[in-house]
């Protein structure tokens, strides 16, 4: 069955920090990857999505995010973090030309100022 | 451009009582929709999703169901409220061309007592 796997439950940085958070997943075929954000009192939104093509994906507000196929997985990153940064980010996968997510259980980022 | 309602904000229902969440998305015509569950350390987890009116597909067996009368319309409903139904439900539509982005509601935040 695919999932998606955050280990991650909660990260603590200082701003300027550098990020990197997690996300492994498991499907059998061609993988759609996404990271969403949810920022406090806010929707969940798309911060960036990997479909094909060049492995390292960048993202809204500085975020990219790197495919290894071998290793699957789809690692958030970001060189130096800010206080607005603070949020939940969700990892989540879907097969190839399908819409239907599956997500991961989520990482809680808090930037200290 | 295109909007997703969802309500109400929050419900507090004894058990055993009935339930319905009403969803409606603008701006857009044939959009698949979808019911997440999303509870703390858990991520979100897909109940329903619906690709065209009447058609229903449930992920997990459970005691709720949804259904789409009208095409931007999604309606999760329970006849019995358990205890365990207590959570944050989020509706949230695709395109159904394959982008994958899903657009997520404000969440209703139901708890059951």
């Known amino acids: 069955a695919q999932s998606v796997s955050q280990h991650n439950h909660h990260v603590i940085l200082s701003e300027a920090a550098s990020l990197e958070l997690g996300c492994n997943y498991s499907y059998g075929g061609t993988v759609n990857l996404f990271w969403y954000v949810q920022y406090p009192g806010q929707h969940l939104q798309l911060l960036l999505k990997y479909f094909s093509g060049d492995p390292l994906v960048k993202g809204i507000k500085g975020f990219e995010a790197e495919f290894i196929k071998s290793k699957f997985s789809f690692n958030l990153r970001k060189p130096s973090v800010q206080w607005s940064d603070t949020a939940e980010y969700f990892c989540a996968a879907s097969d190839f030309g399908n819409e239907k997510l599956t997500f991961g259980t989520g990482t809680r980022l808090t930037i200290i100022p | 451009s295109q909007t997703i309602h969802q309500w109400p904000a929050t419900l507090v229902q004894p058990v055993g009582s009935p339930l319905s969440l009403e969803c409606t998305v603008e701006?857009?015509?044939?959009?698949?929709l979808y019911w997440y569950r999303q509870a703390a350390g858990r991520g979100l987890q897909l109940l329903f999703y619906?690709?065209?009116?009447?058609?229903i597909s449930s992920e997990v067996p459970q005691n709720l169901s949804a259904s789409r009368p009208q095409d931007r319309q999604f309606i999760l409903s329970s006849k019995k409220l358990l205890l365990s139904d207590s959570g944050f439900y989020l509706c949230?539509?695709?395109?159904?061309?394959?982008?994958?982005?899903?657009?997520f509601g404000s969440g209703t935040q139901l708890s059951v007592l």
């Open positions: 701006g857009t015509s044939n959009p698949n």
């Open positions: 949230a539509w695709t395109s159904g061309k394959g982008g994958g982005k899903l657009f």
């Open positions: 619906s690709v065209g009116i009447g058609q």
